[in-house]
């Protein structure tokens, strides 16, 4: 590969642009593929195939053992190393993996929501799960190195492989849920066997064969300096799928498989908009880790990610409702939007857009929480914030619903709401109420804005016209963009 993709430094609009375009190119390609799953599969097996996914997904997750984490945060020092390093995280995530493989095995924790899940389809979503967790460090690496293009190719890879095997299964009129997930499995591996070879393409030779760890951190001299800065963000990485599971989890538990595939409709669009602030983070995280200790640096770059998370804010609450009103009744069977099963997932996602906002607006304060001195407190953060959402998922849904439509609507504004203690969460946690308190005018008015157009589009009243101005952001936005487009 050229000399000139060997030296690039991360940048946040620069690879936000990427990583954005690509993670919703992916999500469309996604909403493909549940697409054709919710047609293809009965309701109750399509809501095996969705549980079983989260169930091992959220488990297998604390294999990452947060050490891409740390790659992400450090691995921009010495751009030499990276290959080396995912070699290296991959010896301690194998040890892991290992016992974690035998204990879901073991516990069959899909069991304690749902009966008669086929032993092929949890098999395959285990196998899927690692296959997601081995791509991690990879693709890190990638960011890291400046190549945030090439990482967002291979999840396009992905989800095209998957996509098309999907189809292929369609076409032959396949209905079995262990088949399609065993597409999804492939398209996980294809994915994360492109970017382990595009991180080897793109890295620079190292200085003089040199395997100097403390060009890093310090934290990467030592097998257990590295283990013991990464566990905050291990620790971290076993509870944070729950946080955004937890309502599915619950609506599941309290109505059965049916009403937790119509929940996963809703949330399919809710998620799609989450790699907007996913992209964000992932591309502010080399930049804030690289300058952490200049005080001048961090809020430089947490105010250019903010100007582009307000600029964008509209045009996710506009554009998500315009596509899942006017696509999902096209795209899924009609029990799925006409309230067959108690309330529409239109009306559910609808519901969860506030939520989406809150998490938007909170990318900046959340990142720096990981980038900080104490990874610890992101871990604190994490938990919390999970606390929150367990208790506020149980009052609304266990206690305070009791049909089809309450566990439904309840779980959508569970969703929401923790989703705004998460944004408080994180300015508490970062130390940032004043660098909020400087922009208070600008909080204030996008936070109410957020709220007025989701009530509007909520109660299809017109109570959405008034807010509007949060357009007004949109030229900020666009100039933070440009300035990092290098």
């Known amino acids: 590969m050229a000399k000139g993709l060997r030296h690039r430094s991360p940048s946040v609009g620069r690879d ?48 990452d053992l947060g050490l891409p984490t740390l790659l992400a945060r450090d691995g921009a020092r010495a751009p030499d190393l990276v290959p080396r390093a995912v070699h290296r995280m991959y010896r301690y995530q194998l040890a892991a993996a290992v016992p974690f493989l035998m204990l879901a095995g073991w516990l069959r924790p899909e069991s304690w929501l749902l009966e008669g899940v086929p032993d092929g389809l ?49 076409l032959f009129g396949s209905t079995s849920p262990s088949s399609y997930l065993s597409a999804f499995c492939m398209g996980a591996v294809v994915g994360w066997l492109a970017a382990y070879l595009l991180v080897w393409r793109v890295a620079p030779p190292s200085l003089n064969g040199s395997l100097d760890w403390g060009r890093m951190d310090a934290s990467w001299l030592t097998h257990r300096s590295l283990i013991v800065a990464a566990l905050p963000f291990a620790v971290t990485l076993g509870v944070l799928p729950y946080v955004v599971r937890i309502e599915k989890f619950l609506v599941t538990a309290e109505g059965g498989a049916t009403l937790g595939a119509v929940f996963h409709v809703a949330q399919l669009a809710w998620l799609a908009g989450l790699v907007v602030p996913s992209a964000l983070r992932s591309a502010l995280l080399p930049v804030l880790g ?43 069977p009609s029990e799925y939007v006409d309230g067959t099963h108690g309330a529409s997932a239109v009306e559910v996602f609808t519901l969860m857009l506030l939520g989406w906002g809150f998490t938007l607006l909170a990318t900046p304060s959340y990142t720096a929480i990981m980038t900080g001195e104490n990874p610890w407190r992101f871990t604190g953060f994490i938990f919390g914030v999970l606390v929150l959402a367990v208790l506020i998922g149980y009052v609304l849904i266990v206690v305070g619903s009791s049909t089809p439509r309450g566990w439904l609507m309840a779980g959508g504004l569970a969703s929401s709401m923790s989703a705004g203690a998460l944004l408080v969460c994180s300015w508490w946690l970062s130390g940032t109420f004043g660098w909020v308190r400087e922009r208070a005018d600008e909080w204030a008015l996008v936070l109410l804005c957020t709220a007025l157009i989701v009530v509007g589009l909520v109660t299809s009243t017109w109570w959405w016209v008034l807010g509007l101005p949060l357009l007004t952001f949109t030229p900020s936005g666009w100039r933070a963009l440009r300035s990092t487009l290098a």
């Open 122 to 170: 949890v098999l395959a979503a285990m196998v899927t799960a690692v296959a997601h967790v081995a791509s991690y460090a990879p693709r890190s690496g990638l960011r890291v190195l400046g190549e945030a293009r090439l990482e967002a190719l291979t999840k396009v890879v992905e989800r095209t492989v998957t996509v098309g095997l999907y189809g292929g299964l369609a």
């Open 16 to 63: 936000s642009s990427w990583l954005v375009g690509a993670d919703l190119l992916a999500v469309l390609l996604a909403f493909l593929g549940q697409i054709i799953l919710a047609r293809m599969l009965l309701a109750e097996h399509y809501g095996w195939m969705v549980i079983v996914i989260d169930v091992y997904a959220s488990m297998m997750l604390v294999v």
């Open 290 to 332: 690289d300058v952490r200790r200049s005080p001048v640096g961090t809020r430089q770059a947490m105010n250019t990610s903010l100007d582009l998370c307000f600029g964008l804010l509209p045009f996710g609450l506009f554009g998500g409702y315009a596509v899942v009103a006017v696509l999902a009744p096209v795209a899924f």
